[in-house]
């Protein structure tokens, strides 16, 4: 999937214009290549999955075992957590793991884009350190 971003971030930016995404694939590729020009930015990817999905798993996981062991406490069944409690679960930890993934996001997109920049203008990212 991630060249298919790649070639979403170049459309939806100034610069080359596009007929169609086969046409901005090619023109990629033609451009920078297959590592530099449709896996441009595949670090920033795997941070961003790494940050945000770890860390929405985590936090749900981690408030639905502290709504459990409430239950537990209180006599009730471990599993008697409404659907209602386990959405708002869902809402705090997916918005925090938002958060936290949003720098990775960013470096994803500049790093994609950078190669439709003229030369003289490109910041030639190593990976996502670099460019976080």
């Known amino acids: 999937c991630h060249p298919l971003d790649v070639v979403r971030v170049q459309m ?13 694939g090619v023109q990629i590729y033609r451009r920078a290549g297959l590592a530099n020009g449709l ?12 940050l945000y999905g770890s860390c929405r798993i985590g936090i749900y996981a981690n408030l639905l075992e502290k709504a459990q062991l409430k239950n537990v406490a209180e006599g009730r069944d471990k599993n008697d ?4 409690r386990k959405l708002g679960m869902g809402c705090v930890s997916g918005g925090i793991g938002s958060f936290v993934g949003t720098p990775s996001e960013l470096a994803l997109v500049r790093m994609g884009a950078d190669s439709k920049l003229p030369a003289e203008q490109r910041r030639n990212y190593k990976n996502v350190i670099d460019c976080v």
């Open 12 to 24: 939806q930016t100034e610069g080359v214009q596009y007929k169609n995404t086969l046409d901005a």
């Open 39 to 50: 896996y441009a930015g595949v670090s920033a990817a795997y941070l961003r999955q790494w």
């Open 81 to 84: 957590v409404s659907f209602v």
